[in-house]
């Protein structure tokens, strides 16, 4: 394989699927976002002034941030696949009295407050069997999110959705999603795709559910927090026809948000790697805008903001994701920029000021601002200390994975049911 990657035909074959990316999604892209540069330019994209090196608050304050994990092949007994999950959660705090900015809370004190190790581990199951995926996975998320009561679940969202109109199960019930009010009775009737319930698509579930799981631990304890990042976006897809999430993982985004606000703590998610369309253009604008060595964020409108959505974004349904606000920024030019999603209702409640885009941008400017202290270390500069450490802190190494399955082959033996569990038939065969 490796001649035939190395030859001609294989790089011009890259050639032509990259020239045909050029001219057919990309100009399409680039002649759309061309109909919003100048409110790109005058009303979207603005600079942030930084704190100075030296600041000292009036009140410091923590920021924590939680990532994931894991494999969803740990071991294999005939069609059940054994999952391992690792969430990581760091609290840093800004001790600018201290002169000591964002050194992480202790690891004592840290599984003290939560009442958990750190980084956490844990191990899952699923089976291939029909009936049995469902029903298997659904008793895992509920191990997995403290929250066992439906009605506490899924009422933030429907709360959220009709601003305040849906209070509660009666409310539901007489609602527009009256016809689908009977079927979100417990967590196996939340997953709607049940029948296509991929081993991937299993694992994903169980570890957004984990790290949202995570920052609730610590939203919900004595620690404090102002912030609290999620790795990835605040992305929920909803029933085609109900308008309600998919899968029991949005539901317990909304409950997230909705836990967050009442402790008044600012939950947001930054993605390491997004899909915005035109962002390098976006870029291009905040340097004709801005300047090259300034910083910027760039606020990326929903229908219902005033002057409404992005062209670029019209047919991409999934940006801005349903009740979150997105935003692209960069705090160094040698980084492409970066995406953070905000709770819309907190947004609403904390940043926007209806008919006042003077105060609604001073807002802005002022949350960005602390965003960008807190994304100083040399050695991830212009990216989140505190999310940088929780994916240095939960993520599997090829050797973690490896003696992670040496264990659960001893397990195995143990146990008496059978080994090498954890290799790939075709590695009997050398393959």
Known sequence: MLERILTDEFRNQLKATFMDIRETQEKKDENEL???????????????????????FDTDYMVSAVDGSGSSELATLNDVRVHLLSTSTIVLGTNTKNGAPFMPMDRVTLEAALGRAQPYVNSYWHSGVRGDAR?????TLEDIYPVSKIPDLI?????????????????????????????????????FYGQFLTNTHVHDELRKASEYAAARAVITSDIRPKYVLLDGAMSMFLHQLGQYPIMPT????????????????????????HTIPGADRI????????GKSNKWFCFLPGQDDPGGGLHILEKRTYIPPPLAVPYLFSFSQDNRPS?????????????????????????????????????????WYGYPVALALAHEECKLSYEDLRLAKEIADDVLQELGMGIRRTVELREDYNL
């Open 34 to 56: 061309a109909k919003d540069e100048e409110r790109l330019r005058h009303k979207l994209i603005d600079s942030i002034e930084p704190y100075r090196s030296d600041v000292v």
């Open 135 to 139: 029903e298997k996975m659904a008793e």
């Open 155 to 191: 009422l933030p969202f429907f709360r959220d959705t009709t601003n305040g109109q849906i209070q509660s199960i009666a409310d539901l019930s007489n609602s527009r999603y009256s016809e689908h009010a009977a079927m979100l009775q417990t967590m196996e009737s939340l997953i």
């Open 250 to 273: 949005g539901f317990m985004l909304r409950e997230l948000c909705s836990v967050a606000r009442d402790k008044r703590v600012v939950l947001c998610a930054v993605s390491k790697s």
């Open 283 to 290: 870029a291009e604008l905040a340097e004709e805008v801005i």
């Open 339 to 379: 995406r953070i999603d905000f709770d819309r209702v907190w947004w609403l409640q904390n940043i926007f000021v209806a008919g006042d885009p003077k105060k609604t941008r001073q807002n802005e400017k002022a949350l960005f601002r602390d965003i960008e202290f807190m994304s100083r270390d040399a050695r």
